[in-house]
Nanobody, 115 residues
Framework: VQVVESGGGLVQPGGSLRLSCRAS????????MRWYRQAPGKEREVVAS????????NYGGSVEGRFTISKDNAKNTVYLQMNSLKPEDTAVYYC?????????WGQGTQVTVSS
């Protein structure tokens, strides 16, 4: 099983990034996919989640209206479009696949928002 994030980097405040998470070796469309993030010295928090079919989406309060989660089941990939980025969005972003008690994590991708 593999869950691999990409797309992180350095961006100025107000800028945008799109993260991708490609999954393999499991039935992607049967899993809830989530993006988490963890900033230095802080707890890991859920940023956004999307149901297997992609019809139900939820967002953390701090990113509502700025971030959009989507998925392409044909490509086994989930995306996180991040707009209007703020310095407080700086964190390592992790992709997670969840189905019942089965739980897969990626290695994370660093997002740094700074001028």
């Amino acid at each position: 099983v593999q869950v691999v994030e990409s797309g992180g980097g350095l961006v100025q405040p107000g800028g945008s990034l799109r993260l991708s998470c490609r999954a393999s070796r499991f039935t992607f469309s049967s899993y809830v996919m989530r993006w988490y993030r963890q900033a230095p010295g802080k707890e890991r928090e859920v940023v956004a989640s999307i149901s297997g079919a992609g019809s139900i989406k939820n967002y953390g309060g701090s990113v509502e209206g700025r971030f959009t989660i989507s998925k392409d089941n044909a490509k086994n990939t989930v995306y996180l479009q991040m707009n209007s980025l703020k310095p407080e969005d700086t964190a390592v972003y992790y992709c997670n696949a969840l189905r019942g008690i089965v739980d897969y994590w990626g290695q994370g991708t660093q997002v740094t928002v700074s001028s």
